[in-house]
């Protein structure tokens, strides 16, 4: 079985939402300032949200709802699974056809993490060290 486009979109959302740090997105918070229709959460009517727009975008990644109603339990959980495997907690015989193949959506997404880390640090040592011979 493959992952399709919508669980595979909720599995890289949920990936970048987590490294994005989602303190801002604190629905109590959200109620309060009433940014639940501008955020097109979830639970808001259909008749009461507004134009559908991207409200949550990081690098390639974007939603046009509330990532946290977005993420589901399957996606967490792949995310913790992943993070086990990746420090030799789960053998890889043990997986599951779906866990490998969310493994490599996730280790798709890990390497263009990496490597978006690895060019803004050589990008800013660049800048740094141009400033410096001015």
């Known amino acids: 079985m493959q992952l399709n486009g919508p669980r595979k979109k909720k599995l890289i959302v949920a990936f970048h939402f987590h490294i994005a740090a989602p303190r801002g997105w604190d629905c109590d918070e959200c109620r309060k300032q009433h940014l639940e229709v501008k955020r097109r959460c979830g639970w808001v009517p259909e008749s009461q949200l507004t134009e559908s727009k991207p409200v949550w975008i990081r690098r390639q990644v974007e939603t046009d709802c509330c ?35 969310a493994f490599q959506v996730l280790q798709n997404e ?6 978006y880390a690895k060019q803004t640090t050589a990008d800013n040592i660049s800048r740094a060290e141009a400033g410096r011979f001015r």
């Not at 977005?70 to 913790?80: G, H, K, T, Y």
């Not at 699974?81 to 779906?98: I, S, V």
């Not at 890990?110 to 490597?115: A, C, D, I, M, R």
């Open 67 to 101: 990532p946290k109603w977005l993420i589901n339990a399957q996606s967490l959980e792949w995310l913790e699974a992943f993070a086990a495997w990746r420090g030799g907690y789960l053998e890889q015989g043990a997986l599951t056809a779906k866990q490998i193949e």
């Open 110 to 115: 890990l390497v263009k993490e990496t490597h």
